[in-house]
């Protein structure tokens, strides 16, 4: 069973797939996990919960979903078995290459982790991948990720871009990281991926963040022109760069994170705090 709502703050998807998630799926106005934390509606006596306890038949429903967690069966374990001797990771002190070897003789056994390297990648690559066809959540990827007056975004270069570009320009916008403006393309390896843009701006362009550097990488063209034809005769689809707009500065961004109207998750507070080259008592 498969539930899907959206957070009432940021739109985004929220996926249920246990049917005791069911009272959660169903409440509309309940805030995904990031925006609850946000606004600290889950704190104290904010929290829902607060002051009420679990009756004995509750209590007896999740010991009883402990006891029989799948992650304790035999069927899992040997699931996981076949996963990590697939994935090239070591077993009982050896690897799933060396494994084969052992059971197959050398030729064949190489034969045979190379099958399986070509299988696990199938598996977990495009509408094999756990997450194909869904947003990235958010707090995943590389950039500072944080929110700006209560917008998400992913990269100090979004938030030059919200701030330089978008707000100095007046325009309205949105997060284009939604199923409906979503985007099949083909990767390099030939497999189907989806690719989420960054804004939408005034119902009318979207538009993606790209440093100068890397917009003839191959990921980016075929993103490219995938969008471009997903899009045409709807939306206008543009690449800006930091030609496009300035990007902030250090002491730019200082002053917006002490004010508190920037907000950092917390993996990247403290690498922010040094960067800027700031102390706590």
């Known amino acids: 069973m498969s539930l899907t709502r959206n957070c009432p703050e940021c739109k985004k998807d929220l996926f249920y ?7 959660l799926a169903e409440n509309k106005n309940s805030l995904c996990r990031s925006c609850a934390v946000l606004k600290q509606k889950l704190i104290g006596e904010k929290n829902p919960f607060y002051g009420k306890h679990h009756t004995e038949e509750t209590k007896e429903k999740i010991r009883k979903n402990r006891n029989t ?15 990590i001797i697939s994935s090239g990771r070591a077993f009982n002190g050896k690897s799933s290459k060396q494994l084969l070897i052992d059971k197959h003789g050398e030729e064949l056994g190489l034969v045979k982790y190379k099958e399986s390297l070509v299988k696990t990648s199938k598996t977990i690559s495009g509408s094999g991948n756990h997450m194909y066809g869904k947003p990235s959540p958010q707090g995943s990827g590389n950039g500072w990720s944080g929110w700006y007056k209560g917008k998400y975004f992913r990269s100090i270069m979004e938030l030059s871009f919200i701030i330089n570009y978008l707000e100095k320009n007046k325009i309205k916008y949105s997060s284009a990281e939604t199923r409906e403006l979503s985007v099949q393309y083909t990767d390099w390896k030939g497999s189907e991926r989806n690719y989420f843009p960054d804004f939408l701006l005034e119902e009318k362009t979207i538009a993606e ?14 993103k490219k022109e995938a969008a471009e034809k997903h899009f045409s005769g709807k939306y206008e689809y543009k690449i800006f760069t930091e030609d496009d707009f300035e990007k902030l500065k250090k002491e730019e961004i ?9 907000l950092m998750l917390p993996r990247y507070k403290e690498k922010l705090d040094k960067y800027l080259k700031l102390e706590h008592n």
């Open 17 to 23: 797939t246990n049917k005791y998630n069911k009272n």
């Open 69 to 83: 967690n799948f992650t304790k069966t035999e069927e899992y374990r040997k699931k996981r078995r076949e996963i």
């Open 209 to 222: 963040i790209k440093p100068k550097r890397l917009i003839q990488s191959d990921g980016v063209k075929r």
């Open 254 to 262: 200082k002053k917006l994170y002490l004010s508190g109207e920037v």
